[in-house]
């Protein structure tokens, strides 16, 4: 079992780039999470799908966020234009009859 | 806003002490409550679990839950070096349908020292 897997574990980019996270959760999960933590905030939801379909965008900072997922075993977060603030670990989960698994987590720094 | 308080710590302990951690929820419709351990650079690991009152043990780890008093906790029994890590609280909101939302505590250090 490959547990959620995210990539790329570490990603630097300057103000103003396009970024791009992905996530392929764990088979048979039917609901996917996205994350984000730092010292400040702590674990942060940002949005959550069950069957592919987005429930709660609530946790969606701002314009600039965006998630997608187009099937079953693939999701994306993107970021446009991104800005220092971002920089935090973007965690992807998945969950089956309500337990979540966590993957390894991209850490995002923007310069 | 529903809110999950943990202290932040740190909690120190003796290696072979009980950690006792605690955490507090506003929503009293709760149902479903989780312990997460994260070890510093890593991702939170799910350990523990409690729908009902009282205590749930699983090998050195007991959940208490205590829903009229809006209360959960953790106790870690003789605690290893290895436990030192910090530990999340989390509450998911409502009751059964689709809705697996959790709302995490910001967690507490743990540090058990040899």
């Known amino acids: 079992d490959a547990g959620v897997i995210q990539s790329p574990r570490h990603e630097v980019t300057e103000m103003g780039q396009e970024v791009t996270l992905r996530c392929k959760p764990i088979?048979?999960?039917?609901?996917l999470f996205w994350y984000r933590q730092t010292m400040m905030r702590g674990l942060e939801l940002l949005i959550y799908?069950?069957?592919?379909?987005?429930?709660?965008d609530s946790g969606m900072p701002e314009d600039r966020f965006s998630a997608k997922m187009p099937n079953a075993s693939f999701s994306t977060l993107k970021i446009q234009p991104s800005e220092p603030r971002d920089s935090a670990v973007y965690f992807c989960?998945?969950?089956?009859?309500?337990?979540?698994?966590f993957g390894p987590g991209t850490r995002l720094t923007v310069l | 806003q529903k809110e999950v308080e943990q202290n932040s710590g740190p909690l120190s302990v003796p290696e072979g002490a009980i950690a006792s951690l605690n955490c507090t929820y506003s929503d009293r419709g709760s149902q479903s409550f989780f312990w997460y351990r994260q070890y510093s650079g890593k991702s939170p690991e799910l350990i523990m679990f409690?729908?009902?009152?009282g205590d749930k043990e699983d090998g050195r780890f007991t959940a208490q839950l205590n829903k009229a008093s809006q209360y959960v906790s953790l106790l870690i029994r003789d605690s290893q070096p290895s436990d030192s890590a910090t530990y999340l609280c989390?509450?998911?909101?409502?009751?059964?349908?689709?809705?697996?939302?959790?709302?995490f505590g910001k967690g507490t250090l743990l540090t058990v020292n040899p």
């Open positions: 088979s048979g999960h039917n609901s």
């Open positions: 989390a509450v998911k909101e409502g009751s059964g349908g689709s809705n697996y939302k959790l709302t």
């Open positions: 409690i729908y009902s009152n």
């Open positions: 989960a998945s969950s089956f009859v309500g337990f979540q698994f």
């Open positions: 799908f069950n069957n592919n379909v987005p429930i709660d």
